[in-house]
Nanobody, 125 residues
Framework: EVQLQASGGGLVQAGGSLRLSCAASGFTFDDYAYGWFRQAPGKEREGVSC????????YYEDSVQGRFTISTDNAKNTVYLQMNSLKPEDTGVYYCAADWPPLCSDSGVDDMDYWGKGTLVTVSS
């Protein structure tokens, strides 16, 4: 059974940091790209970052560039999103998703094959 389990969300003050984790199981980790997406209240889900489980190449949405870092621990089948310098506008439910083939270029919100349940990130001002 394919599973993606996101964790690590919580309440943090503006300027603070959080690290999200996504544990993947039920498929070959290296064969997929992994994306972090978020959905703020009343808004559509948007892509935040992506990483290839194959070659480790990454992508970042402009709004998080320089503040967030996506990474993987392939041995643990886990994807991370380190979020620094958090802003109130980063608030939302963060989702981890997987896409085959492992190409972030075709791993947008409408392209992902598997989705995990989200973890809530709240950034207070």
């Amino acid at each position: 059974e394919v599973q993606l389990q996101a964790s690590g969300g919580g309440l943090v003050q503006a300027g603070g940091s959080l690290r999200l984790s996504c544990a993947a199981s039920g498929f070959t980790f290296d064969d997929y790209a992994y994306g972090w997406f978020r959905q703020a209240p009343g808004k559509e889900r948007e892509g935040v970052s992506c990483i290839s489980g194959s070659d480790g190449s990454t992508y970042y949405e402009d709004s998080v560039q320089g503040r967030f870092t996506i990474s993987t621990d392939n041995a643990k089948n886990t994807v991370y999103l380190q979020m620094n310098s958090l802003k109130p506008e980063d608030t939302g439910v963060y989702y981890c998703a997987a896409d085959w083939p492992p190409l972030c270029s075709d791993s947008g919100v409408d392209d992902m094959d598997y989705w995990g349940k989200g973890t809530l990130v709240t950034v207070s001002s």
